[in-house]
């Protein structure tokens, strides 16, 4: 989608070309009722002074009223259609946004800021949508005012059309001048405005850390840094936009002058045919040719601010997508690694030459300090990410010819960090399975040992809740947990499911844990004894390398990485 930004915009307004064709009539509609009017008005003067026809004076002034009404009419449907396909047109476009962030690679937006990605969803596309309508109403209807008037100015007078038309284009080059020296201050306003709410984003998320750690003042300092960058460009563009148009209009103002001097000296030496009436006109067309051109000005200003968001559109659009395979696999047999290497950033590798086989049906522990990639490989498992080198092999097929969806279908995970949207803790419950009952979700509770606090609220079921909602870190993973007991799958996937729960429930979870994870591959995470000792395989990483594999009593007497950790983490929790 590497086009430019005229052709960008063009092809999602291909869609509504029929409509755009209708205000494109209307346009010439609207410019034609403005072009009979100033005529009008000089038979209407002319017929004023000449006294033996006064009735004319009054079929003239009515003629005026009707083209006026006329001229309104289109212009209100050009406006209307204008602002529709623009509003069609930013829909199209944040849903083509949305969808593209959807099936982006992960890695790709890790290098982006998600407050600059929701900064292009939001306010770029708005510029955008603003730049279509300025476009249709403005430039259409003002191009096509400036051909038409021009022509009827030569017909009544070349000699004046001749002086309108060589001091015109002096408005057009302060306009394009000014323009193309402020095309990077709008580059760098999207930048910054970009920037901004990727740092407000940042700071609101994490508003806890920053006040903990007494960081307030370090907050409002680099926000207000960033903020006086983004102030200086908005100064600057709002300076380049104020001076386009006043430097039009004065332009052609002086050009009105000079029509107008001019056109009474030619009368009065009866150097041109024109009446008091036909100067009349002819003014009335100077004023309507010259007027476009200080909207065009504007036009332009606004087409400066949305090229700008379009590149940064367009660079949301190029995300490179997930490359999917296209096996739809019905089961999970042995998952291998077969030397895989990965890293988040180019050179700074955090999986290292990793081999292991997990059985199916086998119960297998990770640990190992924090960052040495044990989440990492639940990443690579669950195809969030590529690996950088080597292969994962799911009974025997790589894991890069699996599709996606038909993998994630088969898996289940909870994880450390929970994630609850706004909606009723009844929703939240059943977004692992939709078609979920009451009856059913309340069961999963009843499992999870969530109903407790679930039934202690107002509204039990039906309460709403958000991450921001006030409920605690443990009451949100059991919420988490509900919607893994709601829906079960062949893998299990428990990264710190239990981290942030009671020591009480998290043994009754346990057992629920226990029984699903019979006869299905399981794969824990947890720094807790009783999540790891009981394993089957214990896989032991350091540094982005497996070091040791085996059952916790073999590694014990091993006295190597995993005694380590088990002297220094797990001695004193042993019951």
């Known amino acids: 989608m590497k086009n430019s930004p005229i052709k960008f915009m063009l092809m999602y307004m291909k869609k509504y070309a029929f409509i755009l064709s209708i205000a494109f009539l209307c346009s010439i509609f609207y410019v034609a009722g403005n072009i009979f009017i100033p005529i009008v008005s000089g038979y209407a003067l002319d017929a004023m002074l000449d006294v033996t026809h006064p009735e004319l004076v009054f079929k003239y002034i009515s003629y005026i009223l009707i083209l006026m009404a006329l001229a309104s009419l289109f212009y209100w449907v050009l406006s209307y259609l204008a602002s529709f396909v623009?509003?069609?047109?930013?829909?199209?476009?944040?849903?083509?946004?949305?969808?593209?962030?959807?099936?982006?690679?992960?890695?790709?937006?890790?290098?982006?800021?998600?407050?600059?990605?929701?900064?292009?969803?939001?306010?770029?596309?708005?510029?955008?949508?603003?730049?279509?309508?300025?476009?249709?109403?403005?430039?259409?209807?003002?191009f096509f005012t400036i051909v038409a008037t021009l022509v009827m100015m030569f017909i009544f007078s070349?000699?004046?059309?001749?002086?309108?038309?060589?001091?015109?284009?002096?408005?057009?080059?302060v306009s394009y001048t000014i323009a193309k020296g402020t095309a990077k201050t709008f580059t760098l306003q999207s930048k910054y405005r970009g920037k901004l709410s990727a740092l407000a984003n940042e700071y609101i998320e994490n508003q806890k850390v920053v006040v903990a750690n007494h960081h307030q003042e370090q907050a409002e300092k680099k926000?207000?840094?960033?903020?006086?960058?983004?102030?200086?460009?908005?100064?600057?563009?709002?300076?380049?936009?104020?001076?386009?148009?006043?430097?039009?209009?004065l332009i052609n103002l002086i050009i009105y002058g000079v029509v107008c001097v001019v056109g009474a000296i030619f009368i009065k030496n009866e150097m041109i045919a024109l009446t008091t009436g036909g100067l009349m006109t002819y003014l009335m067309f100077t004023n309507n040719y010259t007027n476009p051109f200080n909207e065009i000005s504007e036009v332009i200003s606004e087409l400066q601010t949305a090229y700008a968001s379009s590149k940064r559109v367009q660079t949301l659009l190029n995300f490179e997508e997930v490359d999917d395979g296209e096996i739809n696999i019905e089961a999970i047999g042995d998952l291998v690694f077969d030397h895989v290497n990965f890293s988040y950033v180019e050179g700074k590798p955090i999986i290292k030459d990793m081999s292991f086989k997990i059985e199916k049906g086998s119960h297998v522990a990770i640990v190992g300090k924090t960052g040495c990639g044990k989440t990492t490989l639940i990443n690579l498992i669950m195809k969030f990410y590529d690996v950088t080198s080597g292969h994962i092999y799911i009974d025997g097929t790589d894991i890069k010819e699996v599709n996606a969806h038909a993998l994630r279908e088969l898996i289940g995970m909870v994880l450390q960090d929970t994630w609850i949207f706004h909606g009723t803790i009844l929703d939240n419950v059943r977004y692992a399975n939709e078609n979920a009952t009451l009856e059913m979700v309340k069961e999963a509770s009843e499992l999870s040992g969530a109903s407790y606090?679930?039934?202690?609220?107002?509204?039990?079921?039906?309460?709403?809740?958000?991450?921001?909602?006030?409920?605690?870190?443990?009451?949100?993973?059991?919420?988490?947990?509900?919607?893994?007991?709601?829906?079960?799958?062949?893998?299990?996937?428990?990264?710190?499911?239990?981290?942030?729960?009671?020591?009480?429930?998290?043994?009754?979870?346990?057992?629920?844990?226990?029984?699903?994870?019979?006869?299905?591959?399981s794969i824990v995470i947890a720094h807790r004894l009783q999540t790891i000792i009981n394993s089957d395989k214990i896989l032991v990483?350091?540094?982005?390398?497996?070091?040791?594999?085996?059952?916790?009593?073999?590694?014990?007497?091993?006295?190597?990485?995993y005694y380590k950790l088990y002297m220094t983490q797990f001695a004193h929790s042993e019951n």
């Open 158 to 173: 070349w000699e004046l059309a001749l002086i309108v038309f060589f001091l015109t284009p002096l408005s057009l080059i």
């Open 453 to 521: 606090f679930i039934e202690q609220m107002e509204k039990g079921y039906e309460t709403i809740v958000s991450n921001s909602s006030g409920l605690s870190a443990g009451q949100k993973q059991l919420l988490c947990i509900d919607r893994l007991i709601l829906k079960p799958k062949e893998m299990l996937i428990l990264d710190e499911a239990t981290s942030n729960i009671d020591t009480v429930n998290e043994k009754l979870i346990q057992k629920d844990f226990d029984e699903m994870m019979k006869g299905k591959t």
């Open 541 to 561: 990483l350091d540094d982005g390398r497996l070091v040791e594999e085996g059952n916790h009593h073999d590694l014990l007497a091993k006295k190597g990485e």
């Open 86 to 142: 623009s509003y069609k047109i930013a829909k199209n476009m944040r849903d083509d946004a949305f969808k593209k962030i959807i099936i982006t690679k992960m890695d790709t937006l890790d290098k982006m800021k998600h407050g600059d990605i929701m900064s292009i969803l939001i306010t770029d596309i708005t510029i955008i949508q603003d730049g279509i309508i300025q476009t249709f109403i403005q430039f259409f209807s003002g």
């Open 223 to 249: 926000f207000d840094e960033v903020a006086k960058v983004l102030k200086k460009h908005d100064m600057k563009a709002s300076f380049y936009s104020s001076i386009i148009n006043p430097s039009t209009r």
